[in-house]
């Protein structure tokens, strides 16, 4: 008898224990935004072209679309899939992104997985999403080519920020892969202004010395 009372005062106490840790505020769940813009012909030629994606098709014109907007951690990594009252998207909102993210699918799993971590509703998280690319701009030298070019990352880089001064070297990152550049990922506040980007994630970024921009289609 002795023994059960114990274990049951210990269960008390923990519980209170518990209960007087403080909670995740589930608006504070992220410190800062990503935006992932990639090289659809990069896409294209490593995985799309053999799916028959129309965004692969010759004469699309598709170049640097968005991928999605993720909120992350200052520490590294991120939240996803997370539970929210807000209903999904309706066909017209997610039709309503293509013209920057070229499918409605990609703007339906960046809802679920990514936009239902950011606390607004899916209207709120395309708008988001819509702003922060549209305050890009993307120099000729590393867009809308018809022949594959080859250059250095940094150069790559360089290029995006003298188009866009705002973001330093600590804002932004370009993966890669199979030899091909990939993504320009852009760290942003909650306000859309450009911020430093963890130390994780720029260790993700691109270290090979040349890197080729495929072609458009």
Not at 26 to 47: E, G, I, K, M, Q
Not at 54 to 64: E, I, K, N, T, V
Not at 90 to 105: C, E, F, K, T, W
């Amino acid at each position: 008898m002795r023994k059960i009372m114990l274990a049951a005062l210990v269960l008390v106490a923990l519980t209170a224990w518990a209960w007087l840790q403080p909670r995740e505020d589930v608006n504070a769940r992220d410190s800062y935004l990503v935006l992932a813009v990639s090289w659809t012909p990069s896409w294209c030629a490593a995985h799309g072209a053999a799916r028959g994606d129309q965004r692969c098709d010759a004469g699309s014109g598709a170049g640097w679309l968005v991928h999605g907007l993720w909120p992350q951690h200052s520490v590294g990594g991120w939240p996803e899939f997370c539970d929210t009252d807000h209903p999904a998207p309706a066909r017209p909102a997610l039709q309503g992104m293509v013209d920057i993210m070229g499918s409605a699918g990609l703007a339906r799993h960046q809802w679920a997985k990514h936009g239902s971590c950011t606390g607004l509703d899916a209207e709120g998280y395309f708008a988001q999403t819509r702003t922060a690319f549209n305050g890009l701009t993307f120099p000729q030298t590393i867009r809308a080519r018809a022949q594959p070019q080859n250059l250095a990352p940094d150069t790559l880089l360089a290029e995006f920020r003298r188009a866009n001064p705002q973001f330093g070297p600590e804002n932004v990152t370009l993966t890669c892969r199979s030899g091909m550049a990939q993504e320009l990922r852009l760290c942003l506040t909650h306000d859309l202004t450009p911020q430093p980007c963890d130390a994780r994630l720029q260790a993700r970024g691109c270290a090979a010395n040349l890197v080729t921009l495929p072609a458009l289609p």
